[in-house]
């Protein structure tokens, strides 16, 4: 594995790659990696001639200064990880790399509905900082595909809006949630728990796997605020919002009949940590 700093020396890399005829696989994070960016990288692995892992945490996705300043930073151990899984590039730029002009949205991404509601609606101008950063990759780094984890469902939705809209050639490839043995999904930001709170956090998933089973004879609102009632029952959690929606548009169901995908999404703070966690009811 080559670790990469310089955009000029990625894209001459990326040239020379898809000059051979290679093809490309893109894993894009903001470092602090777990087992589940592993699992995004494995996959990548098998299904592409090389793998390109950015490793930067990116400043216009924040709408809270304190969550960034805290956001956990392991980057040489990351690099170990990453060349012990077969990784072909772990791009490692700083902010004044991707962000030459200053890290500001020098553009307005068209990424429909799905952006506003839920992390959209709680984290404004959140959604355009990601489309600002996994453009600017994508443009880099030129992949044929490229990896998310489907913890982050409303994200994998905005993008694949973005994909569109800007007309991009690339394969958005989903990747299933990893959990912890307790069933917390993992996350960079499970680092910043106490073990206190480390202890009460798999009861948001608990929750929502109660929640699918309460569904079967409830509905919509009372399975809604059966899961939240079971979270906030926690001393030390506290639901910010739980929608349950149309998996493919993100907008709120009122019945089940309403769609044949319905996705429950939630957020909550342990804390000063905010988790969030999805579940399929349909």
């Given amino acids: 594995m080559i670790i990469i700093n310089k955009v000029s020396e990625l894209e001459t890399y990326v040239?020379?790659?898809?000059?051979?005829?290679?093809?490309?696989?893109?894993?894009?994070?903001?470092?602090?990696?777990?087992?589940?960016?592993?699992?995004?990288v494995e996959r990548a692995v098998k299904e592409n001639d090389d793998v390109i892992v950015s490793v930067f945490v990116n400043p216009t996705q924040f709408n809270n200064p304190d969550d960034l300043a805290t956001y956990p930073r392991t980057e040489e151990e990351d690099c170990r990880l990453l060349a012990k899984g077969g990784v072909s590039v772990a791009f490692v730029p700083d902010v004044n790399e991707?962000?030459?002009?200053?890290?500001?949205?020098e553009k307005d991404f068209e990424l429909g509905?799905?952006?506003?509601?839920?992390?959209?609606?709680?984290?404004?101008?959140?959604?355009?900082?990601?489309?600002?950063?996994?453009?600017?990759?994508?443009?880099?780094?030129?992949?044929?595909?490229?990896?998310?984890?489907?913890k982050d469902f409303q994200q994998i939705a905005v993008?694949?809006?973005?994909?569109?809209?800007?007309?991009?050639?690339?394969?958005?490839?989903?990747?299933?949630?990893?959990?912890?043995?307790?069933g917390l999904a993992l996350s960079s930001r499970n680092a910043l728990l106490t073990p206190e709170q480390r202890a009460v956090a798999p009861a948001i998933y608990k929750a929502l796997k109660e929640g699918v089973e309460y569904s079967k004879s409830h509905t919509v609102k009372e399975t809604h605020d059966m899961i939240v009632n079971a979270v906030n029952a926690n001393a030390g959690l506290e639901?910010?919002?739980?929608?349950?929606?149309?998996?493919?548009?993100?907008?709120?169901?009122?019945?089940?009949?309403?769609?044949?995908?319905i996705q429950g999404c939630i957020t909550v703070y342990c804390g000063k940590v905010r988790l969030i966690d999805n579940i399929k009811f349909r």
């Fill in 113 to 150: 509905t799905a952006a506003e509601v839920m992390e959209g609606k709680f984290r404004p101008g959140h959604f355009q900082g990601v489309a600002q950063i996994v453009s600017r990759l994508f443009e880099l780094c030129r992949p044929n595909r490229a990896y998310f984890g489907e």
């Fill in 159 to 182: 993008i694949k809006n973005m994909v569109e809209s800007e007309g991009i050639d690339v394969d958005i490839i989903p990747c299933p949630i990893k959990r912890a043995d307790d």
């Fill in 239 to 261: 639901t910010e919002y739980l929608e349950i929606v149309d998996a493919r548009t993100l907008l709120p169901v009122e019945n089940w009949e309403e769609s044949p995908e």
């Fill in 98 to 105: 991707m962000y030459p002009k200053g890290a500001v949205h």
């Fill in 15 to 40: 040239a020379r790659e898809r000059n051979n005829g290679r093809s490309i696989g893109l894993v894009p994070t903001m470092g602090a990696l777990h087992a589940g960016h592993l699992s995004l």
